[in-house]
């Protein structure tokens, strides 16, 4: 079994800055596809952004595109999710997910595992 735990999100200005983390307890971290998703109150969980296991590859909706930037510890088995240029609408609960599947990294239903969630809210 994998337990991700996400930490970091916190309140921040439209226009600033967050880094929010996931750690895995899973040795085999690189195994995983990573994916960030969001789910803002009476929104449904959306795809944010994704990794492959190398870390080679990375993904992004498009409304977070030039603005996040997701990467990799396989090391440290730990993933990140650097948001600048935040604003208001990015206010949500951000969940890490772990997947087997390549190429399958924008759907809920493409991961496996989920963390509990870290909230992220963007004042204006």
């Known amino acids: 079994q994998v337990q991700l735990v996400e930490s970091g999100g916190g309140l921040v200005q439209a226009g600033g800055s967050l880094r929010v983390s996931c750690a895995a307890s899973e040795r085999t971290f690189s195994s995983y596809t990573m994916g960030w998703f969001r789910q803002a109150p009476g929104k449904e969980r959306e795809f944010v952004a994704a990794i492959s296991r190398s870390g080679r590859s990375t993904y992004y909706a498009n409304s977070v595109k030039g603005r996040f930037t997701i990467s990799r510890d396989n090391a440290k088995n730990t993933v990140y999710l650097q948001m600048n240029s935040l604003k208001p609408e990015d206010t949500a609960v951000y969940y890490c997910?772990?997947?087997?599947?390549?190429?399958?990294?924008?759907?809920?239903?493409?991961?496996?595992?989920w963390g509990q969630g870290t909230q992220v809210t963007v004042s204006s």
């Open positions: 997910a772990a997947g087997y599947r390549d190429y399958a990294y924008a759907r809920v239903s493409d991961y496996n595992y």
